[in-house]
């Protein structure tokens, strides 16, 4: 007996005194950035312990428009629904390199600050990608002019203004703060969609050599100018193979999620491509997971204006099966464009086709929305 109380003891002990570096170590799984503040170790514990769960859901620009509304305190599509917020926020800094004072969807930086740290505050998580426009021709992120990355390494024309750019990232993401001051933890996902040829960073538009040298640097940049409270995800558009997706991996010490984009397209109605699609990538992704101890997650999904009454049962979460993500987040809900002349949104509201189906999606055990991740 006297013995089993020393083994008590002696685990309470160590598992006191580690930090919680040292506890993601003993998983497999430790952050990039060495200097990752406390904040944001814990959260990448917790994102690791949540898998055992199930999956986060989460929603582009949830709290700051829905379809027909606009910048209505506390309001989104997501609640209006289920009576509950998504896990995951998605915001983007595209603007921020111009000084614009409102971002690519029209946010201004001033309301997404405002959002960032009213949905922590809640113990929802915040992830930021950007669309930043082309610095060797000054339009935007889909000008994909030949080799305009090559412009932004060290040497380059533009490399001088490159990280004057950075230098704007690393202030705003060091101003989102809690209230004891503290700065929130963001998952990052910069250069996203890098296997397709559609932005400027993308596939064809650079070697993977030069690809994987602006992500070092800027990842090494934000950590000179002192910003440790990102993880940062490496995010693909659609690959076939290992090699294929890590083909501008830029190595295992400079991302901690890898994920993948994909959506439904109107040729496949009944959503068997999608399907097919995401389990293949999946099973390609986790495998990678598995050897090179990375979270997983697919950063954006969806099917425009949900179509499909039964998507979220019926697609989706079949999509998704039974692998092991950390969350899977759907675009944004834009409501009518009036250029294309069409509805533009990726997640139910009240009163759409959809909408019933993703109450059964909601109460779901695997899926998992703001009040899950709070009791965690």
């Not at 250069?191 to 596939?203: D, M, N, S």
Request: charged share 25%; proline share 3%; aromatic share 14%.
């Amino acid at each position: 007996m006297k013995n089993n109380i020393i083994i008590v003891i002696a685990i309470i002990f160590i598992g006191t005194s580690c930090s919680s570096q040292q506890f993601i170590s003993n998983t497999n799984l430790s952050l990039s950035d060495k200097k990752a503040t406390p904040e944001t170790v814990s959260l990448y514990k917790k994102l690791n312990q949540l898998t055992q769960k199930g999956y986060m859901f989460g929603h582009q620009d949830d709290l700051a428009y829905g379809v027909n509304w606009k910048y209505e305190n506390g309001r989104s599509d997501i609640k209006d629904v289920v009576g509950d917020y998504p896990a995951v926020y998605g915001w983007d800094l595209a603007g921020l390199e111009k000084d614009s004072p409102d971002n690519i969807d029209g946010i201004p930086f001033t309301k997404m600050k405002q959002f960032i740290e009213e949905s922590h505050e809640r113990g929802g998580i915040t992830t930021i990608s950007w669309h930043f426009d082309n610095p060797a021709t000054g339009k935007s992120a889909w000008d994909n002019t030949p080799n305009s990355l090559k412009t932004v390494l060290r040497g380059g024309e533009n490399h001088q203004k490159f990280t004057v750019w950075l230098d704007k990232a690393a202030n705003y993401l060091l101003s989102l703060k809690d209230k004891k001051g503290k700065n929130i933890p963001v998952l990052f996902r910069p250069y996203h969609e890098l296997t397709g040829g559609w932005f400027w960073w993308g596939k064809g538009n650079a070697t993977p050599e030069e690809f994987k040298s602006v992500w070092k640097f800027t990842f090494d940049y934000l950590q000179k100018k002192g910003v440790h409270n990102l993880i940062y995800i490496y995010n693909t558009s659609s690959f076939s193979s290992k090699e294929d997706f890590l083909a501008n991996y830029p190595g295992d010490n400079y991302a901690d999620i890898i994920s993948f984009d994909s959506y439904q397209n109107n040729d496949d109605k009944q959503g068997e491509k999608f399907i097919a699609e995401v389990q293949n990538q999946l099973k390609i992704i986790n495998e990678i997971g598995i050897e090179k101890h990375k979270l997983i997650a697919i950063a954006e999904a969806g099917y425009e204006a949900i179509p499909d009454p039964k998507w979220w049962t019926g697609t989706l979460s079949k999509a998704i099966g039974d692998y092991k993500i950390s969350y899977v987040l759907l675009w944004r809900n834009h409501g009518w464009q009036e250029k294309e002349q069409k509805m533009h949104y990726y997640a139910p509201y009240t009163g759409q086709i959809s909408a019933k189906d993703f109450v059964d999606f909601y109460n779901l055990d695997k899926t998992l929305f703001e009040k899950d991740i709070k009791k965690n």
